[in-house]
């Protein structure tokens, strides 16, 4: 089974200021990770995803995030926050690399404020 | 490419009454889709897997009289909610896997109101 756990349902920041939103996942086979971000009445936009290889990942508008093993962690970072980022964030867990199903997994999303 | 087209995206209906949802893959053939719920200001929590062809598999704890899934076709996965009531008020997405792609694609999203 897979679960992700995102620390911090709320999260305040001034613009400009460094973002990051902590995630950690739990699965029993490697993790394909994902970290999507909704704004209000709509769907969901993929920032950035981790299959395999390079541990640093980087995405649109800015964002990145690092798969660390030893950690079960895969938080996201943006150096400087925009007004725009204000959005609610997912991450994501998936047995994709092992599983002809592939069921994706969110966690309980996190609020991004930012402050003028 | 990869884009998933649902509809509606917003329905109003009595209770008692059956909705149906649609999610059409546009640009590819979807083998395998996903329908979440997703309440105000929480997570999407996985109803069920629906493959073409054969019958879904539901999460724990929903109701599969309910929540009718239909994958008729290699573009087409419905969801039905039958007998509504006002607690079955939800935003309902589709996902559909990408193939030949670790990734996923999701429709935009239907708000469903029972009244």
């Known amino acids: 089974a897979q679960s992700v756990t995102q620390l911090g349902s709320h999260v305040s920041v001034s613009e400009g200021a460094l973002v990051l939103l902590r995630c950690n996942y739990s699965?029993?086979?490697?993790?394909?990770l994902f970290w999507y971000v909704q704004y209000p009445n709509q769907g969901l936009q993929l920032l950035l995803k981790?299959?395999?290889?390079?541990?640093l990942v980087k995405g649109i508008n800015g964002f990145e995030a690092e798969f660390k093993k030893s950690e079960t962690s895969f938080h996201l970072t943006k150096p400087s926050a925009h007004m725009s980022d204000a959005a609610e964030y997912f991450c994501?867990?998936?047995?994709?690399?092992?599983?002809?199903?592939?069921?994706?997994?969110f966690g309980q999303g996190t609020t991004l404020q930012v402050k003028p | 490419g990869a884009v998933v087209s649902q509809h509606p995206s917003w329905v109003i209906c009595k209770s008692g009454t059956s909705v149906k949802i649609e999610c059409r893959s546009l640009?590819?053939?979807?083998?395998?889709m996903f329908w979440y719920r997703q309440f105000p200001k929480q997570s999407l929590m996985l109803m069920a897997t629906?493959?073409?062809?054969?019958?879904?598999?539901?999460e724990q704890g929903v109701e599969k009289d309910k929540f009718l899934i239909n994958h008729a076709s290699l573009t087409l996965s419905t969801l039905t909610v039958t007998s509504a009531h006002p607690e079955d008020s939800s935003f309902y997405i589709c996902?559909?896997?990408?193939?030949?792609?670790?990734?996923?694609?999701f429709g935009s999203g239907t708000r469903l109101t029972v009244v």
């Open positions: 996902s559909a896997r990408v193939p030949r792609s670790s990734g996923y694609t």
């Open positions: 699965s029993s086979v490697p993790p394909y």
């Open positions: 981790y299959t395999t290889g390079a541990t």
């Open positions: 994501a867990v998936s047995d994709l690399g092992s599983s002809n199903t592939g069921k994706l997994i």
């Open positions: 640009d590819f053939q979807a083998t395998t």
């Open positions: 629906s493959n073409e062809g054969s019958k879904a598999t539901y």
